[in-house]
């Protein structure tokens, strides 16, 4: 037997598709589902074994359905009154097994591990008083080698950049001989 949670009702801002069929529900209908009040199509309850009046808040919210209201469809038991929990009846048999006619050895219990006892931990010595002592400090270099060390690369930069324009142009120069001696020859 199961029953619908009362906390469906708080989908207050669910419009559509609200669908609980064939679920074997056996029990009433909350009132809370009635707070589902911007339903519009499909609330579906059929095919359970709901039993008891459609609660009134939720028979209000019919006339918002405009499509596929289930909630009588297929529950039978709708108008009549639930079914009480069956009262569970103490039986007679024993539902634990007795005692075997084989037993079986029990196991003999082993000693207890003992535990050694702790180590004394060495104290610990207080390390010495701060003092007072200017720490020697390290004179910030200036910024001024930053600078020096910028032209001297741009300075490296033009150089290489001129070496490589002459290196070019003897190549041109040597493949231009070359060129012209095949012409020659």
Same mark, same amino acid.
């Given at each position: !037997?199961?029953? *619908?949670? %009362? #906390?469906? =009702? /708080? &989908?207050?801002?669910?419009?559509?598709? @609200?669908?609980?069929? +064939? $679920?074997?529900? !056996?029990?009433? *209908?909350? %009132? #809370?589902? =009635? /707070? &589902?009040?911007?339903?519009?199509?499909? @609330?579906?309850?059929? +095919? $359970?074994?709901?039993?008891?009046?459609?609660? %009134?808040?939720?028979?209000?919210?019919?006339?918002?359905?405009?499509?596929?209201?289930?909630?009588?469809?297929?529950?039978?038991?709708?108008?009549?009154?639930?079914?009480?929990?069956?009262?569970?009846?103490?039986?007679?048999?024993?539902?634990?097994?007795?005692?075997?006619?084989?037993?079986?050895?029990?196991?003999?219990?082993?000693?207890v591990p003992?535990?050694?006892?702790?180590?004394?931990?060495?104290?610990?010595?207080?390390?010495?008083?701060?003092?007072?002592?200017?720490?020697?400090?390290t004179?910030?270099?200036?910024?001024?080698?930053?600078?020096?060390?910028?032209?001297?690369?741009?300075?490296?930069?033009?150089?290489?950049?001129?070496?490589?324009?002459?290196?070019?142009?003897?190549q041109?120069?040597?493949?231009?001989?070359?060129?012209?001696?095949?012409?020659?020859?």
């Amino acid at each position: !037997s199961s029953s *619908i949670p %009362t #906390q469906l =009702g /708080q &989908m207050s801002d669910m419009m559509y598709n @609200f669908d609980l069929g +064939s $679920n074997s529900i !056996s029990s009433t *209908i909350p %009132t #809370q589902l =009635g /707070q &589902m009040v911007k339903m519009s199509t499909y @609330f579906g309850l059929s +095919s $359970n074994k709901l039993c008891d009046d459609v609660p %009134t808040e939720v028979q209000a919210l019919s006339s918002g359905v405009t499509s596929r209201w289930y909630v009588t469809t297929g529950n039978s038991r709708i108008g009549t009154e639930c079914p009480a929990d069956p009262t569970p009846v103490p039986t007679l048999v024993p539902t634990t097994p007795g005692p075997t006619t084989s037993q079986m050895p029990t196991p003999v219990p082993t000693p207890v591990p003992t535990i050694p006892q702790p180590t004394q931990l060495p104290t610990p010595v207080p390390s010495p008083v701060p003092t007072t002592t200017p720490v020697p400090t390290t004179p910030v270099p200036s910024t001024d080698h930053y600078f020096t060390g910028q032209k001297e690369h741009a300075s490296m930069l033009r150089k290489a950049k001129h070496d490589a324009g002459v290196r070019k142009t003897k190549q041109q120069k040597w493949a231009k001989r070359a060129k012209d001696r095949l012409k020659v020859g």
